[in-house]
DNA sequence: TCTGGGGTCCTAGGACCC
DNA sequence: TCTGGGGTCCTAGGACCC
């Protein structure tokens, strides 16, 4: 028998948490709102009862339903973001083998417990609740994907006791029998019409169908999706988070924005916070990409979703320096005439601070700084952008510069930089 | 009037290098 | 000097997830 892994779900996680802080919420419908309490992020049970659907924008919802029982949270993620390494740390005493997937999911090897899967997470379930507060559903198979359609399973289906566990085949057969193609983990609307145009209708027959022309039709991650489905893993547990490779901020606006002045404001705010984000990770970002959008809910008014990046000269977390870089783009971006719905900025390319020892910012704008940067941008453009890795040590007379594994050919000769350059 | 925010991975094509 | 193949990088866009 394969290595069980199980999908530990947090069941309507942020009502969970809002009533672990306010046991009179108990029984009664939740919901938790996005951000300018656009629409709806989290229902309880009874608020799925009363038709609420997940992300209904909350100005229609609230048309609709007319009970005066409903209860109406702004989302609170620092709370949130709490519970759930609390849940963690709860599920890490019945296993080592822990992948946080989400802020409310977590995915576990179950290697070692195969002849007591029953009782080891009935009693991980009871202790969680217990801990916690937060009630969890448990779903068990030889891969992600089929944990994951357990989990849906174990949701679903109330005898299942908020556990259910598809290592047999028969067992899988019958719970993919009961569920549509955009139930699967990685099928949404687009994959699912797709698929049906060409016949492939439900689960199972995506089961049965050849895995290579799968992948000559969708590629890759169907492919890979086929074997999940038929129980050979594809995906491993991640037992360390992989480090991060960007860092988004970005916010609709209560209105919409029109001027350039406002526009620069908000984005202002946006990159600090993206700075403070940076910082706190101990990174530092070499690639700088802004966004804004028009109101895609307008398609009468004139639509435009401009965005560009800049690479910088060297990587920073300094927020001056991505102030001045964002509005730099920001300024390209902007065309008057338009209503401004979002903006955002993007951090990417993304090094251990330590890496940079200093920045090029500070230092004076002289000829010899210029084919510094010059010399430095040709061979990281020749090599790869992070081939160079430049590090000024400030104070002190000249520059340093250091490479790491990619770079062909190190030296620590500027002469000799510019002549490559 | 009112419709979230923050991510990842893959693909495809062109540029460039060896 | 010519030729081809293989590889990486870059960018934009699509699709999906929680």
Redesign the pocket.
Known sequence: MSTPIALVDCNNFYASCERVFDPRLRGKPIVVL???D??V?ARSNEAKALGIAM?E?W?LCKERIKTRELIVRSSNYTLYGDMSARVMEVLSHFTPLLEV?????AFLGLAGFENRLEGHTQSLRAKTQQWTGIPVSVGIGPTKTLA?VANRTAKKTPACNGLCILMEQEAQTKALAAIELED?????????EKLKALGIRDPLQLRQSDPKVIRRSF???LERLVLELRGIPCHGLELAP?P?????????F???VTTLSELSEALSAYIERAAE?LRRNGLAAGYVTVFLHT?R?RPEEPQYSPS??L?LPVATADTASLLRSGNEILRVLYKPGFRYK?A?IILLDLIPQAETQGALWGSPDTPERQSLLSAIDTI?R?H??RTVQFAASGVQRGWQMRSDQ?SPNYTTSWSALIAAG
Do not use: L, M
């Open positions: 996005s951000n300018n656009g629409c992020i992300g924008p100005h997937y989400s802020i409310d999911e994951k699967i983990w990685g099928i949404a609307r687009r994959t699912a590629g890759v991650v992989p991060k490779q960007s860092i988004c901020v970005s916010r609709s209560g209105r919409p984000k109101n809910f560009a990046g690479a979002k955002g990281n020749r790869g952008r990619k």
